[in-house]
């Protein structure tokens, strides 16, 4: 006994987010002192605030009746061409990633964590700001050879270059080379 199932291949659609408004048809102000028409216009604004939608789709939105071969000719079409990047251009200026705009991000990222009690996060995001404006720097110095190779002389004048002559004034007694020259501890000896 066999039994069929029907199998849903429809895709979720997921909500897009406008690139240029939130309105689905272009404002009023937006048909002004162009030498496109009406059609070309909405084709243009429907493409670009729509970024899931074909240009096929969108010449249908726009009122064409075989949208596939219009969307084609309009594409060929300078002027509609030019409107196309125009706006495109602007949709890049509107998510430009600059210096003003990351810094603002990261305050609000920093508030938001606060305000949520995620303090890990408002941490990372201040030493992000702290980063971003020079007030810490991370200085990082990558050693190459082996500690094992140095004599105990060598060790010592380097330790002295590296952390400053007042901080290396314990005696030579008092540092031990090997484990087995060691003095027996209080625990060792009973």
Known sequence: MSKRFKINTEKPKAEYQPTIAPQKQPPIEFFDDSDLNRRQKIFCW???NNPRMSLSEAARVAGYKDPRQAS?????????KQEFNFLMSEVKKKYELNHD???Q?????RDEALKSGSFNAAIAAQNALLKVGGLVVEKKEVRFGKIDQMS??????RLKQLMGEELLEIEAKD?????QDAPPSPQEKQ
């Open 72 to 80: 084609y000719q309009l594409m060929r079409n300078p002027k509609v």
């Open 105 to 109: 991000d990261l305050y609000d990222i």
């Open 175 to 179: 540092i031990v080379v090997n484990p």
């Open 101 to 103: 705009r990351a810094v």
């Open 46 to 48: 429907t493409a670009v």
């Open 152 to 157: 105990r002389e060598e060790v010592e004048n």
